[in-house]
Every structure is written in structure tokens, then in C-alpha cells.
């Protein structure tokens, strides 16, 4: 009798361990259909790519020409939405509160990677509050003029600051902006003083650079590109390591001697933290499919661009790197970003 019992008994444990097991296969399985469903549904509505900046600068252009592309490919709206402001930090402000389901999707610049050191007290950290998606592109910046200045070169500009210290001014679209932190190292290596115009968005810095309202102003390639072959801009030096493809006559900073010289603006989609892992994967991988198409590098390269692409990891890596770049150079020049 007791034999029977404990065979009984072991029927009913291994029954148990039986169902159990096919309860975390059901529920594993659950789960990578329904990732899978969700990798496939997206999107499942309009999307929007939201730009930190103003029209005109380098993330409008890119979201403008791969929005139509990914609207094609998707099947869905894809529109362009422009929050500028704070060197970036308002509309990076409303993407790190939308929804984590990849609906809103941020196309940001290099400013992304200098919010902490330049505004500690936001209300969020860009290196938490987003997950990286991938690096589309990097640019030159440039030390550039109106074509109405009397500097030809960038050694008159140095010379000119060097005999009248804190006179000569430059454009900035705002204080702690890559721009106004690219020219606060750039007069830190040449020992040059400069007066700083801070402004609200590249548009307005822009304009009065062309105007020759202020002396200079440090401008990313790409921006600059269609007013210096329309002849309203001219770019005295590159701050890339070699010259641009498209502008050969352009000298670069290391060329002139400035050893630390080398600053490169970078293009770059975020989406929100907690977006799933499967529309991350997919927003990836669409986004650097569109990268290889012929017409997208061609306007990409007529822009001063370099594209890139790559996994997610890519653009993490290098937004983290850079806060500890410039957390140096907003220490030694004592800026404070203006909230």
C-alpha cells in the first residue's frame, strides 16, 4: 500500500514539474510573440520627429529628408516638429516626457551630450532619459564671417583679436550651445579673448553673421554650405581634421597650429527610455537602411556630412564621451547655460 502511495506521489510531483515547465515555455513564448507583434505593428500611428533647434541647422535637415522616407517605408505620417530654444534643452525637455512607445522619436545634435555639465539642474538627464537609436551623420564645424568682413583668413581674425583683446564679437545660437563652446576652446588655444552674442536659435545667429553685425561665428558645415556657395558667408578655417571633400580650399585649425582644434558636430535619434527593445531594434535598422540610399548620401555629402549609421551602442558611447570633453572647457571658462 505505502508502495502505491509513494508512487502516486511521484506521479503527482513529476506531473507538477511537468506543468510548471509548460507554463514558462507558455509564458516565454507569450512573450516573444507579443515582442514580436509589437516590433511588427510599429508604428501603429503617426510619428513624430521632434528637432530640438531651428529650421535651417543640421538635425532639421536630416529629419526633413529621411521623414518622408521612413513615411514611405512605414506607411504612416511622419512629420517633422521643431521645439528650439535653451541650446536644445526645451524640446529635448518634451521628448524625454513622451510616450516610451517610439511614436515620438528626438533627431538631435551635438548639444544632447553637453546638457549636464552646462544645466545641472534640469529636470531630467539626457544620459537617462533616453535610449540611443543611432548616429546618422557627423559635420565640420567652421570659424566663418560675413563676406562683407575685412578678414580673408583666419590668421587676420587671430591677429586682429590678439592687438584688441575682448573686442572682436561672435554669434552664438545660445550660451552654452556646441557653437559658443567650440569658439570658447578655440580662443582658449589661440589665446585670443572674444565677446560672446548669445542668441535664441541658429536662425538669429546666422542672420546678423551674414549681415556683418557681429565679427564671427562658429557654424556647422552643413548650415553653412548653401550661404558660402551663394557667397553671403566665408569660412576662414575648419575645425574638422582634414578638409572638406566639398570645400578644399578651406584651411582646417590643425593646419594653422592648433593642435586641439578638432571639433566635429554629430547628428543623432533618441527615443525615449523605456521604449521596447524590438522597436528600438527596428527604428535602428530602418533608419540605417535609408542611410545606404544613393540620393540620402548624396545630399548628405553636399552638406559637408559624413554619414554614418552603425548600431545604437555608437551613439551612446560617443554623447557620453563627449560631456567629459566639454565639462573641461565650461569648467575653465566658468559658463553657465542660461534656462
Same mark, same amino acid.
Given at each position: ?7 502516486? @506521489? ?40 521632434? *528637432?530640438?533647434?531651428?529650421?535651417? #541647422?543640421? +538635425? ?17 505620417? =511622419? ?25 515620438? =522619436?528626438?533627431? $538631435? %545634435? ?29 559635420? +565640420?564645424?567652421? *570659424?566663418? #564671417?560675413?563676406?562683407? @568682413? ?65 565679427? %564671427? ?19 576662414? %578655417? ?5 578638409? @572638406?571633400?566639398?570645400?578644399?580650399? =578651406?584651411? $582646417? ?11 566635429? #558636430? ?5 527615443? &525615449?527610455?523605456?521604449? &521596447? +527593445?524590438?522597436? *528600438?531594434?527596428?527604428?535602428? %535598422? ?20 559624413? =554619414? ?15 560631456? @567629459? ?15
Amino acid at each position: 500500500m505505502s508502495h502505491l502511495i509513494a508512487q502516486a @506521489s511521484a506521479f503527482t510531483r513529476r506531473g507538477t514539474l511537468c506543468c510548471a515547465a509548460l507554463a514558462l515555455c507558455s509564458t516565454l513564448w507569450s512573450t516573444q510573440v507579443s515582442a514580436q507583434n509589437a516590433s511588427n505593428a510599429y508604428p501603429s500611428g503617426p510619428v513624430t520627429l521632434l *528637432v530640438p533647434f531651428t529650421t535651417g #541647422t543640421g +538635425a532639421d535637415l536630416l529629419a526633413r529628408l529621411l521623414g518622408p522616407k521612413l513615411a514611405d517605408k512605414w506607411k504612416v505620417s =511622419v512629420v517633422t516638429d521643431n521645439k528650439a530654444g535653451a541650446s536644445g534643452s526645451i524640446g529635448t525637455g518634451v521628448a524625454a516626457k513622451a510616450a516610451p512607445n517610439g511614436l515620438t =522619436v528626438l533627431v $538631435t %545634435a551635438t548639444a544632447h551630450g553637453t546638457f549636464p555639465a552646462l544645466m545641472p539642474k534640469l529636470p531630467f538627464n539626457p544620459q537617462q532619459a533616453f535610449t540611443p537609436v543611432i548616429l546618422l551623420g557627423t559635420s +565640420a564645424l567652421g *570659424v566663418a #564671417t560675413s563676406a562683407k @568682413s575685412p578678414f580673408k583668413d583666419f590668421k587676420e581674425f587671430q591677429d586682429s583679436a590678439k592687438k584688441q583683446p575682448g573686442v572682436l564679437n561672435y554669434s552664438s545660437p545660445g550660451t552654452g550651445s556646441p557653437q559658443h563652446l567650440a569658439m570658447e576652446l578655440m580662443a582658449q588655444e589661440t589665446n585670443i579673448k572674444l565677446l560672446h552674442v548669445p542668441y535664441k536659435g541658429t536662425a538669429g545667429a546666422l542672420t546678423d553673421l551674414m549681415g556683418g553685425h557681429v565679427d %564671427a561665428s562658429i557654424v556647422a558645415l552643413q548650415t553653412a554650405a548653401p550661404h558660402l556657395q551663394n557667397g553671403a558667408l566665408r569660412m576662414l %578655417a575648419l575645425m574638422s581634421a582634414e578638409r @572638406s571633400p566639398a570645400f578644399p580650399n =578651406v584651411p $582646417t585649425l590643425k593646419e594653422l597650429g592648433v593642435a586641439n582644434g578638432v571639433v566635429e #558636430t554629430w547628428y543623432g535619434v533618441f527615443v &525615449p527610455a523605456a521604449t &521596447p +527593445a524590438d522597436v *528600438v531594434a527596428k527604428l535602428n %535598422a530602418d533608419f540605417n537602411s535609408l542611410l545606404q540610399l544613393p540620393d540620402v548620401k548624396e545630399t548628405m555629402n553636399k552638406q559637408g556630412m559624413v =554619414v554614418v549609421g552603425g548600431k545604437p551602442e555608437r551613439m551612446g558611447d560617443l554623447a557620453k564621451n563627449e560631456l @567629459s570633453r566639454w565639462a573641461r572647457v565650461v569648467e575653465k571658462a566658468g559658463i553657465k547655460a542660461e534656462n
